[in-house]
């Protein structure tokens, strides 16, 4: 087997990492369509965005420990291999109820990639190191965000919706495969009472009463949550409020990743010089530099393409800023148990996710307002979290 830090492996961790995002991001220009295929309305149909992100929170808390205890391949191995079985019974499902609990299913084994993915990066790399990778594989990670929706939006006007989750399940063939025959184990610290009861207790007490551990945590919530907001709300405003067709609307989903993808270029090219805690300084008061200016034009009235896209492609230079670097800092003082803490922290993100998720799917009203006013409501709490927690004296 190749090297763990060979190119061909991190090509394989980013393809795992990208699992979750390329989950959500490639069906969304089919959720107006689905739903009248369905049969269903949009806050329901948005349950299917929610729900995956409820079953990828939790089960986070399930493969930290189990990879610390197991080690991190055959951990990740059994949960792709479920993907794979979700995505086929996605394409399947006959009524909005089916895909909604396939949908959760689905979500549990694709949060493997990400929460073992990272440990693994911990384990090969270190902390600062760990931060420069974690952003390079995030860079290469947002072409499938990039190209998801672009592809998504035109395997919907040709195949429907179902050729979407038909989609997926091919990538989770490959990834399995994939991981088959090229990935060797690389926890060098297998703890056997990693999943025993008490043994969990003192680890999250342990990462509970660090207060830069809370810091971070919520700096990766607070910004993946304007993501998602983003995410949950998007498709509606460009193909319901705007008039766009599902391909229009997947390449301006895929201009905004590009600002995902130059906030994490500098993010690798800057962060051993500058520090993760000053990287992610400028991160947050991008963002939220993003937000205001996405509200204040929402606020306005003007429905536009520009005025939509913009503003958000800010928020996402910014997020590219700011998540590699919280990552890596929530992560690296545990090598013991990496595993655990990347659980936790994707617990955190994915948790508070799903619940901004929820929110805008019951406030879409057509305007771009309840989508912005949830991007600068949590921008600003990433602004909070970096100056309280993490500490108010570095610059």
Known sequence: MPRPESVIVGALLTGLVALGPLSTDLYLPSLPKLTESLGSDAPTVQLTLSVFL??????????????????RRP????????????????AMATNIEMLIAFRFIQAV????????GRAIVRDVYGRERAAKVLAYMAMAMALAPAIGPILGGYLTVWSG??????????VAFVLLAGLVTLLAETNR???????????????YAILLSDR???????????????????????????????????DAYGLCFAAIVCGYMVGTFASGRLTLKLGIDR???????????????????????????????????????????TLPNAMAGAIGPYPTMAGLAS?????????????????????????????????????????????????????
């Open 54 to 71: 409820a079953g990828f929170a939790v089960s986070q808390l399930i493969y930290g420990p189990l990879s610390d205890r197991f080690g």
């Open 75 to 90: 951990v990740l191995i059994g949960g792709v291999a479920l993907y794979l079985a979700a995505s086929i019974a996605c």
């Open 109 to 116: 084994g694709a949060c493997a990639g990400p929460v073992i």
């Open 161 to 170: 919706w179902r050729a979407n989750f038909w989609a997926l399940t091919v």
């Open 189 to 203: 610290h297998r703890d056997p009472t990693a999943t025993q009861a008490a043994r969990l207790a003192v680890n």
């Open 212 to 246: 830069r551990y809370i810091g971070y945590a919520l700096l990766v919530a607070s910004t993946y949550s304007g993501i998602f907001a983003f995410i949950s709300g998007s498709s509606f405003v460009f193909i319901d409020g705007m008039g766009l067709t599902p």
């Open 279 to 321: 990287m992610i300084f400028a991160g947050v008061a991008t963002s939220a530099g993003g937000g205001m200016v996405m509200l204040a034009c929402a606020a306005a009235g003007w429905l536009t393409v520009p005025a939509v896209v913009g503003p958000f492609f800010v928020f996402m230079v910014g997020a590219g800023l």
């Open 343 to 395: 659980s936790l922290l994707g617990f955190a993100q994915m948790s508070l996710a799903a619940g901004v998720g929820i929110v805008v799917g019951h406030l879409t009203d057509g305007t771009a307002v309840p989508m912005a006013a949830a991007v600068l409501a949590v921008s600003l709490a990433a602004v909070l979290a970096r100056w309280q927690l993490i500490g108010r004296g570095v610059r």
